[in-house]
């Protein structure tokens, strides 16, 4: 789990500035609006949707919306087809990029993602470049005022989650992704509400950057993550606690 506790961080402190942007309640419909079309529109039995509605509740999303996403998604309304794309290549430093996206067209999408990577100091990417260091894991980010290391680890070790780590005054729980429902509902029944739930692309190794290259690389994320299409990015690089602090300052 080298990095993803960093890059957790990162995430936590830019969700509010994404928020305001106006841009999360898009991302998150489209990726119910993608689960419902490749899944079906019943949660119950599609945990794609089930997690991603819960992804949509999670960012306040009105119950409407979401339905209306669902509808998208089996075809009982009209509305854009979505493609599931990974764009794969490197920041500054060296570090590795995978970007993930839903688009509508990706003659549009394409190069606009290459254009962003190489104003800031990356390159696209061949298919395959970096995927291949990362791996999928089930994550929960945990409040330190909801439950302490010792509860956690118990709950870890009754559902099957990997490990439990402090990050930043709360405590991220991993898992692999096939016991993730069953960490989920650990919590639920233990009264646990997790900060966020979800898998993600986690980095067998990561990149130290500082100085410029930090700087960059920051600015390269986020403008990753304003583009439209894009629903996740995932990077292997670590900054230092005295860099974070100069950079979100």
Partial sequence: M???????RIKRAKSVTDARRGRVWSKLSR???????N????????????????????????????????????????????????????????????????TDNRNRTAPEIKKILETRGGNLGATHCVSWMFSQKGSFLVPGSQADEDRLTEIALESGADDVKPVDGAFELSCEPDVFEDVRKALEQAGITPESAELTMVPSATVTLEGRNAER???????????DDVQNVYSNFEISDEEMARLTQ
């Fill in 31 to 37: 990726a119910v609006i993608v689960a419902a079309r």
């Fill in 2 to 8: 080298a990095g993803h506790s960093h890059w957790a």
């Fill in 39 to 102: 899944g079906g529109g019943d949660p119950a039995m599609n945990l794609t949707l089930r997690y991603a509605i819960d992804a949509a509740k999670a960012g306040n999303m009105p119950k409407d919306t979401i339905e209306r996403a669902v509808k998208k998604g089996t075809g009982d309304l009209g509305g854009a087809a979505y493609e599931e794309l990974l764009y794969e290549g490197y920041g500054p430093g060296g570090a590795a990029i995978l970007c993930a996206v839903l």
């Fill in 217 to 227: 690389m920051m600015k390269l994320i986020e403008a990753l993550e304003d583009h």
